[in-house]
């Protein structure tokens, strides 16, 4: 089934996906399902581990002031802008950064989001201390989530953040954190 923003100024816009990799986009079911939960229209989007750059595609089809599309993967960079050269997105609601999430969240930080979408391509365990390093990036009253697979647990608190929510969908799970206190 081909890849389509599921809702918004660009519902039904078709979108190219890698071929012959074993990167898979997030599916239209937790796309609906978190865009259903968490609000964007207005809202600084950080899109970690970019891929295709479909949820960043979707946040900016629903509403959102920018995205932040983050990949080290250049083909991914290259599709992420031809994803939205098709969408005919204007080029200041958002920059693509060609680097490793690692290198972005270690940087200093210039700017702070309200929505940091965390979608990593390893196991569970790999990525604790970039996603414990969201906090940085995220406003005070923000929130991170996190795609992972359903059986994978995720921590109730990991370095500032704490978890809030946590959700499944088929063979995947949306874990939501805010930072402690908020």
Known sequence: MPLRV????FRGRKLEEFKGRDIRPVTAVVR???FNIVDVFGLT???LFAGTGVMGIEALSRGAEFVVFVDANLDAVKL???NLN???VSEDKYTILKMSVSDFLASPVRKKYDVVFFDPPFPVGMWYSELASCARVVNNDGIVVVKNHKTEYLPDK???LEKVDARKYGSSGLTFYRL???
């Open 158 to 160: 990991l370095g500032l």
């Open 80 to 82: 992420i802008k031809s």
């Open 32 to 34: 609906e399902a978190f």
């Open 6 to 9: 599921t809702a918004g100024l």
């Open 45 to 47: 989007f950080l899109d």
């Open 180 to 182: 402690i206190g908020q």
């Open 86 to 88: 098709r969408c005919k």
